[in-house]
């Protein structure tokens, strides 16, 4: 069974950091791109980071780029999003994703691919307070 399960997650003032965690189980890293998106209240689903899993190849949504970074350790199936300089509009409901197409998809076409994914995480709550 795939199981995408990520953590870290919280309230964080404007300015702070936060790293968040998805834990990969059911396939193989190597074989997918890995991604995390978020989507805030009232507002589209948003491709924000992914990596490729077999050469670690990185590709961020221009509202992230020099703030977050994502990272991946394939001996334990990790994904990270190191989250810093947060703002108030970073406050969103964060999701990591995996598919055999979501890095090359991205690379193709200049933007995180938000449909026809895989596989999700269930989400988890990123709060910038201001």
């Known amino acids: 069974e795939v199981q995408l399960v990520e953590s870290g997650g919280g309230l964080v003032q404007t300015g702070g950091s936060l790293r968040l965690s998805c834990a990969a189980s059911?396939?193989?890293?190597?074989?997918?791109?890995i991604g995390w998106f978020r989507q805030a209240p009232g507002k589209a689903r948003e491709g924000v980071a992914c990596?490729?899993?077999?050469?670690?190849?990185?590709i961020y949504a221009d509202s992230v780029k020099g703030r977050f970074t994502i990272s991946n350790d394939n001996a334990k199936n990790m994904v990270y999003l190191q989250m810093n300089s947060l703002k108030p509009e970073d406050t969103a409901v964060y999701y990591c994703a995996a598919d055999p197409w979501l890095h090359h998809t991205a690379q193709t076409t200049g933007r995180i691919p938000i449909h026809d994914l895989i596989y999700w995480g269930q989400g988890l709550q990123v709060t910038v307070s201001s």
């Open positions: 990596i490729n899993g077999r050469d670690g190849s990185t």
């Open positions: 059911g396939f193989t890293f190597d074989n997918y791109g």
